[in-house]
T-cell receptor, first 115, second 115 residues
């Protein structure tokens, strides 16, 4: 079974631009979560989508948004990029059962550099 | 809100030494506990998890962890480390206060095993 895939793997943008990252979950998984990983803040939860609806949201500004399509693929968008948005963005998928008892399977991440 | 602390940021061991990495969480309700590992250049992957029952859980590659509810701890152990255990280790929790799979991570512990 193919794992979680993320595209692109690397991205360089300049301040003020916007960026869209894509995540394809494991086949059959309906939940997709996004995390930001930085050396200073560690791994932080951005949001979770399940059946095309945002089910959970972390403490990030409104510049960070996402969506999920009917095939469970998800995109994350960051508008008006700031230098501090430079990070590794990880996507994780699971079947989506409620209660937090599932293993989440992580993708390789998209490394974003904002200049 | 819940939080997770990993007190050891960097650990250096020689091969065959025993390992114990600390993890404490802050949350008054029911938690589900996870240890994830990130080998150099690889995806985050699950080592082990605890939901209920026997507080001593065994994971992959000889790792185990013990849930001590009175201490809000979930320490990771391995009796004899190998050079291939060099990686970053993350403790994480989900809680019963949200419907989905929001993982709250600790800051991570970088383990280096000297051959």
């Amino acid at each position: 079974k193919a794992g979680v895939t993320q595209t692109p793997r690397y991205l360089i943008k300049t301040r003020g631009q916007q960026v869209t990252l894509s995540c394809s979950p494991i086949s059959g998984h309906r939940s997709v979560s996004w995390y930001q990983q930085t050396p200073g803040q560690g791994l932080q939860f951005l949001f979770e989508y399940f059946s095309e609806t945002q089910r959970n949201k972390g403490n990030f500004p409104g510049r960070f948004s996402g969506r999920q399509f009917s095939n469970s693929r998800s995109e994350m968008n960051v508008s008006t990029l700031e230098l501090g948005d430079s990070a590794l963005y990880l996507c994780a998928s699971s079947r989506g059962l409620a209660g937090g008892k599932e293993t989440q399977y992580f993708g390789p991440g998209t490394r974003l550099l904002v200049l | 809100a819940q939080s997770v602390s990993q007190h050891n940021h960097h650990v250096i061991l020689s091969e065959a030494a025993s390992l114990e990495l600390g993890c404490n969480y802050s949350y008054g309700g029911t938690v589900n506990l996870f240890w994830y590992v990130q080998y150099p250049g690889q995806h985050l992957q699950l080592l082990l998890k605890y939901f209920s029952g026997d507080p001593l859980v065994k994971g992959i590659k000889g790792f185990e962890a013990e849930f001590i509810k009175s201490k809000f701890s979930f320490n990771l152990r391995k009796p004899s480390v190998q050079w291939s255990d060099t990686a970053e280790y993350f403790c994480a929790v989900t809680t019963d206060n949200n419907a989905g799979n929001m993982l709250t991570f600790g800051g991570g512990t970088r383990l280096m095993v000297k051959p």
